[in-house]
């Protein structure tokens, strides 16, 4: 069974009809990007998978289980850090533990054992102000790691960085995925991004939405950030890009 199973999920948002019907899953331990135009429902689709939204038709499985419309199953990892610039790092993280009733120390100490995979050791008392934009959005995918380690949801975590950046984050996040192996959906509008971190693509029309290409990635991903030089990936890049109309 898919750790994640999306059936035939339609929405309409302000009399326009957004999501027309998407079908779509992750297996466990996939990392599944999801590429579309601006506005065509990809964060719609989200806030539906993590049961902040309910859908006008269709159903969200994982394991086997129906969550339509229940929160708490997944962790969601919006653009935009959210850190809370009055907290020191280690108290921003360790939130989603306070929220789940550990006590605050408690939950600072469990918190604090990931900070050398996240590679935010020597930042717990710093502020949100203080740190990069990598290291914040570290700062903010060890607190979604947290509130539910084995799904995320993750809706363009990197689109605000540099392009250095970028790609050192996208190194960072391949390093963590092997070590922690969650199951991934990754939002992007970046196909060689989607095609450097996916096991799997889905590739969404404009409105109303529909999965225009599901594509499966044949090769492995690069280490340390060397390009990509497996000879099918010129052909796939095109028909993702085939897809987006590009």
């Known amino acids: 069974m898919p750790e994640i199973l999306v059936e035939g999920v339609s929405k309409t948002l302000g009399g326009l009809l ?29 806030n539906i998978i993590s049961g902040l939204m309910q859908p006008d038709r269709g159903r969200v499985f994982i394991d086997g289980q129906d969550v339509t419309g229940r929160t708490g199953r997944v962790s969601y990892m919006r653009q935009k850090d959210l850190l809370l610039p009055s907290l020191n790092i280690i108290e921003n993280v360790s939130i989603p533990l306070v929220l789940k009733g550990m006590p605050k120390k408690k939950a600072c100490a469990e918190a604090a054992l990931h900070f050398n995979r996240f590679g935010l050791a020597g930042f717990e008392n710093y502020y949100p102000r203080q740190l990069s934009g990598g290291m914040r959005q570290r700062a903010a995918m060890l607190r979604t790691y947290l509130f539910s380690s084995d799904i995320l949801l993750l809706d363009e975590p990197f689109a605000s960085l540099d392009a250095i950046t970028k790609r050192k984050m996208q190194v960072w996040l391949i390093d ?3 070590a922690v192996n969650p199951t991934v959906m990754y939002i992007t509008h970046d196909v060689d991004e989607a095609l450097y971190l996916c096991d799997r693509i889905y590739v969404l029309s404009g409105c109303p939405t529909v999965v225009k290409l599901e594509i499966s990635i ?29």
């Open 218 to 246: 044949p090769f492995r991903r690069p280490a340390h950030g060397r390009t990509i030089i497996d000879a099918a990936y010129g052909a796939i890049r095109d028909k993702v890009m085939e897809a987006l109309e590009i």
């Open 18 to 46: 957004t999501l027309g019907e998407i079908n779509l899953k992750a297996g466990d331990g996939d990392f599944v990007g999801i590429l579309g135009p601006s506005g065509c429902g990809k964060s719609t689709l989200f």
């Open 176 to 178: 963590v995925f092997n």
